[in-house]
């Protein structure tokens, strides 16, 4: 098994522009909804730049999850901005100058990155926002691979469980972020953010997954 | 959407580049979004920064000159800037003195102006201190809500601090001073109708005929509830309580009362609402002794309105009498 | 309809009401509805008068004060004041130098104003003239018509001669100044939407969503032809050219360049607008040299705009530039 | 027979100010197509204005006209307020002291009052206004005089005229008032003072015809 190297993150992040340019209205929908209606527009920026970035060759995984931590909080603002760089420029932290990250160490950079997340925007589980796609997903992630399954299964899983924790954002009162203003009445909305945070992990699984490591 | 505009992707720099055009007493740099006053830094002067998503205009680049701002950094609609427009911006308003960054408390703007203050702190030994505006009581419970929003309180804030940094006064001083008019300054908004997002390009909110928001924010944020139409008399009612129920505003030297229209609301009727919200204050021993009325800290094209009141001290009478030259407010020069 | 006032009957003395509370410097005769300076009359000034419909707001009360107006009638929404009014102020204006009536060219102001002065001449010794403020470029064949209609040109002629008012000159001195930068002024004006009136209750006209309003005028008027929407480069040109082809504005001085906004226009689109009319400008030779972008004269909640251009001496430009301090217009003092 | 009283006359302001404001709605109907919509609420708060006059006894026709056209100047504005406040007043300018006016001088009169909108006016028969309900109105009324016919009968041939003078006023494109900035545009649509002057004719078939001094 080759590891998660360069080409492959480039992959997911690739996968992950391609989704978030498709559902970008379904987001922003989402946001119309208990935000301010630009979740899909921050998102699609932000991911339209780290595309572009692309083209600026990166010495190894860390040095790119580190460009697209930059880009990212240089392009898009709002709360996404910087918590999605915070979560890549974290999980560059959370990795040596290796070619190719193990799976482990990828679960662990990730891990590294959602702390960051919640570092900067105290959020905790349950409050309604992106922690709730994410963290399960960590969970599901390190239990696969501690039982020994290999990471494309492992970040499947991941990805179920994100989305069953995107999902279970719909009925949650808002603890942080734009939608806590609307107190009760942001019960009954699925959270932007944890929509676009599972479809991170999904293209993760699809990437780094199927046709990558597996 | 029926917008003045060509590509909506271009809004926002192409408002800057007409901006820019339009008043030579503002300097643009187009590259990152900020807007400057032209004679900035000034020397010995703490500089005063703010900023935020475009779409509140003539918040908050209105706002900037003599007397109030030195910089503004412009994001896209309704979206924070990011941090190097920030770390750019306090760069280059430090007059040596430091520089003040006021925040208007949304998660984005304060996530971003944090990283901005992390960005100057590594990179120059600019003195950066943070105020974080918050005056809105429509979100209760802001111990479990990101916190009462940024709206109104600005106007004051800047205003009064703005005055105060001509004066040659400290950053610590000045910190202090805008935490204590923030502090003492309460707000709450309504809307008629949503506005419109460009990007989205149709009403964030549907609002039948018949039903009016309470408790909106500035960015079309839905409201805290949704309450048949009524009149202007009982909508004065529905702003005024939870703002005196906040705060004890009776006092000495007055209060400021700012009435703010949220883009699409006729100066007509804003008066109407100013009649009947003074009424409110004299029934509850509240006295005015300065008012501003119109729209200053705007939704897009939103109707609706929102009331702030600020509890004024014999120093902050002064600095507000105190000359401004902005596009927004001007007075004494 | 979703407006801000208790009964729509008592919209327009309700809200004078709240300008009066508001502010300090304006004194309100709310029987008759006129707004005054409140130190008028100034002895040994001419007294200067104009009025008109309400739903124009900040004009005309929002131009009262130093250096501009000394009093307004307020007529109904769109609606002229009458005689009475007229005649009333003209009395309480006069500081023994007569008194000049700014008119905007509309069959019910003009006939109003011109049975005010008749009283006025009957009743008084006060020396009346008036001058009539017509241009709007969009009124074509005015012989036939009308004649066009009064618009923007409003704000540079009460400010270039409320500025000459202040210096103590004459009420025939006066008059020929209005006439002279009405004369050098010209306005074209759009709409997106239209505005409702409260009286009727629903839209004076219906848009569909997909087609603008071109030669539009401040009271809903439909204006001379229905386009489909376009983008806000095509519209500026829509606008500047026939202003540009009515008179010649290359000259020694430039110009003022007046964006408008017509109530419901977010600023962020009327400065992408003043950008795309400053470039039509450059490649027709015109040199802007002062500029005014904002809702000065608006038309209720209709979203839309209009450019108005005036051709400026030397004089003009002093004057323009003299201290003035009115709710809508504020500088140098 | 009678001729015109005080009580006639009151009863023709009776009568119009209840068209008016029976018509209010429809007549703002017709001004937002061509003008500024608010044609019927001033008619109503004028004829509103002039009902409270009525409380305030007028000796003769002439005080009563006056009285009527100071108030409509008093409290209309807008185009029609000085237009229908001259009509009255030139009315009243054109009667002497007479108790009651006879059929020649209520004829007299009301040429006079038109006459008066006209000079203020300037406005020319075909130019979309309401001297297109009002002078045809007037020709048939001196006609129906002239021929002998009592003036219950002439004015109901003048309120058939001022109904004809209305209905010709929908294809004509406007030269005065508000609605010339159409241009041609105000082709297609009804004049709204056309109209509110066709009821005053109507209503004073009315109250002096039929019921009156008929
Ligand atoms: N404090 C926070 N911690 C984690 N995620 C947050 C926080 N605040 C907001 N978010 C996430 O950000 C999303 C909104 O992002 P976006 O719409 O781009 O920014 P903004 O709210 O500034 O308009 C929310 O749906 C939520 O998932
Ligand atoms: N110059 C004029 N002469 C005669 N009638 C006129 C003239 N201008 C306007 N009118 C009449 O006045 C009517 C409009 O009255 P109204 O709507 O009350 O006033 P405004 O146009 O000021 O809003 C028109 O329909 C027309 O019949
Ligand atoms: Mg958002
Ligand atoms: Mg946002
Ligand atoms: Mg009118
Ligand atoms: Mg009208």
């Given amino acids: ?214 | 959407m029926k917008k003045l505009l060509n590509d909506q992707a271009d809004l926002v720099a192409e408002s800057l580049r007409g901006l820019d055009r339009a008043h030579p007493q503002l300097r643009v740099d187009h590259e990152q979004r900020i807007i400057y006053r032209a004679d900035a830094p000034v020397p010995g002067k703490v500089g005063l920064l703010s900023g935020g998503g475009s779409g509140h205009e003539p918040a908050h680049g209105g706002f900037i000159g003599p007397g109030m701002l030195d910089a503004v950094c412009a994001g896209e609609v309704f979206t924070s800037p990011v941090p190097d427009q920030m770390a750019e911006a306090t760069k280059n308003i430090d007059g040596g003195a430091g520089v003040l960054h006021l925040v208007w408390n949304y998660t984005g703007d304060v996530l971003n102006f944090d990283m901005a203050a992390e960005l100057a702190a590594a990179e120059t030994d600019t003195q950066v201190e943070a105020v974080v505006i918050n005056d809105d009581v429509a979100v209760e419970d802001s111990l479990f809500t990101a916190g009462r929003r940024g709206t109104g309180a600005a106007i004051p804030v800047e205003k009064i601090v703005g005055a105060a940094a001509e004066q040659g006064r400290s950053l610590s001083d000045l910190a202090d001073l805008a935490r204590r008019v923030n502090g003492a300054t309460r707000s709450m908004g309504m809307a008629l109708t949503s506005c419109t997002v460009p990007a989205k390009g149709s009403p964030t909110f549907d609002l039948p005929d018949d039903e009016i928001e309470i408790g909106i924010g500035i960015h079309g944020e839905p409201g805290r509830r949704r309450v048949p139409i009524t009149s202007a008399h009982e909508i004065a009612r529905m702003l005024v309580e939870p703002v005196l129920n906040d705060l004890d505003f009776t006092g000495a030297e007055g209060v400021l009362v700012f009435v703010n229209g949220l883009g699409a609301t006729p100066l007509l009727e804003l008066h109407l609402m100013y009649g009947e919200i003074a009424d409110l204050l004299d029934q509850a021993g509240v006295v005015p002794v300065r008012t501003l009325v119109g729209p200053y800290v705007t939704s897009l094209d939103m109707a609706g309105c929102s009331v702030t009141v600020t509890r004024l001290d014999e120093e902050m009478v002064g600095l507000w009498d105190a000359p401004v030259a902005t596009l927004g407010l001007r007075w004494g020069m």
Same sequence: chains 1, 4.
Avoid: C
């Avoid at chain 1, 599901?140 to 290999?150: C, F, T």
């Fill in chain 1, 1 to 214: 098994m080759a590891g998660v190297d360069v080409e492959a993150l480039q992959r997911w992040l690739r996968g992950f522009a391609a989704s978030v340019a498709e559902q970008k209205d379904a987001l922003t929908a989402l946001d119309a909804a208990v935000g301010d209606a630009d979740h899909g527009a921050n998102m699609h920026r932000g991911m339209t730049a780290v595309l572009d970035s692309l083209g600026t060759p990166a010495a190894d995984p860390a040095a790119l999850l580190k460009q697209t931590g930059m880009v990212l909080i240089r392009s898009v603002g709002g709360a996404s901005g910087p918590l999605y760089g915070t979560l890549f420029l974290r999980m560059a932290g959370a990795t040596g100058g290796e070619g190719a990250l193990e799976p482990e160490t990828f679960a662990k950079a990730l891990r590294a990155g959602v702390e960051g997340v919640v570092a900067r925007g105290k959020a905790e589980l349950g409050d309604k926002t992106m922690i709730d796609a994410l963290a399960p997903a960590l969970d599901a992630l390190d239990a696969s691979l501690g039982a020994g399954e290999p990471l494309p299964a492992a970040l499947r899983a991941a990805s179920t469980a994100a989305d069953a924790g995107r999902d279970a954002t719909t009925p949650m009162t808002a603890r942080k972020g734009r939608a806590s203003y609307l107190g009760e009445r942001s019960a009954g909305h699925q959270d932007p953010g944890a929509t676009s945070a599972a479809l991170l992990v999904a293209a993760a699984a699809t990437a780094l997954g199927d046709q990558g490591t597996g």
